[in-house]
């Protein structure tokens, strides 16, 4: 089974600091997902990674798989960035994506 | 180009009552999956389906939860009976193609209250 870590829990944050949330897990995956969800909001999906790094805007995904380890960064935050950040693996025996805690993410302008 | 559709937004139900959650995944999509957020919990898989087919149901509870994914209309997640432990919301992705390693574009969601 796999056990999906995310840190930190709560994370508040000026206006314009680079943003990092850390993900890690303890099984071999076929791919881990970092998704958004605003307070009774939907679920949009940021990215899908297996190797390497993507980058979108002012996001940027990377996975290590040696270290089973994916960080989640924002780069000159905004405060329509607050949102919950949640990483998810899909593979490890399971058919669903196994989910992290999230990340409350707080801008402060 | 509409996205993955899912209705009631919000469903209100009396304990004893049943609770129809419905999902119509994107254009093309024949794969469905359902999961469940409890209040200050994170997100849990419940079903995986294919048109008529329910594929891995290991997230289920056992009892007065069922899914359907028919050969025509939505998938409908079935909770007979809820209980206030079943308030909670739920939220349903779709998916192209089968493999572990393919997007999973989500819904907004049902948030179900139960009186």
């Known amino acids: 089974k796999n056990e999906v870590e995310q840190s930190p829990q709560n994370l508040t944050a000026q206006e314009g600091e680079f943003i990092t949330i850390n993900c890690s897990y303890s099984?071999?995956?076929?791919?881990l997902h970092w998704l958004q969800q605003h307070p009774g909001g939907g679920i949009v999906s940021l990215f899908m990674?297996?190797?390497g790094k993507k980058k979108h805007g002012r996001l940027i995904a990377t996975i290590n798989i040696q270290e089973k380890h994916s960080s989640l960064h924002i780069t000159a935050s905004h405060p329509r960035d607050s949102a919950v950040y949640i990483c998810a693996a899909s593979g490890g025996g399971a058919d669903g994506l196994t989910f992290g805690k999230g990340t409350h993410l707080i801008i402060q302008p | 180009n509409a996205g993955v559709m899912q209705n009631p937004r919000h469903l209100v139900r009396r304990r004893g009552q049943e609770a129809r959650l419905r999902c119509s995944p994107m254009k093309g999509h024949s794969h469905v999956y359902w999961y469940r957020q409890l209040p200050e919990e994170g997100l849990k898989f419940m079903v995986y389906?294919?048109?008529?087919?329910?594929?891995?149901e290991s997230g289920m509870p056992k009892e007065r939860f069922s899914a359907e994914f028919p050969k025509e209309g939505p998938s409908i997640l079935r909770i007979q009976q809820v209980v206030r432990g079943d308030s909670a919301a739920y939220f349903c992705?779709?998916?192209?193609?089968?493999?572990?390693?393919?997007?999973?574009?989500f819904g907004d969601g049902t948030r179900l209250s139960i009186l």
């Open positions: 990674l297996s190797s």
């Open positions: 099984v071999g995956i076929s791919a």
């Open positions: 992705a779709s998916s192209l193609r089968t493999g572990r390693d393919q997007p999973q574009h």
């Open positions: 389906l294919q048109k008529e087919n329910i594929i891995d």
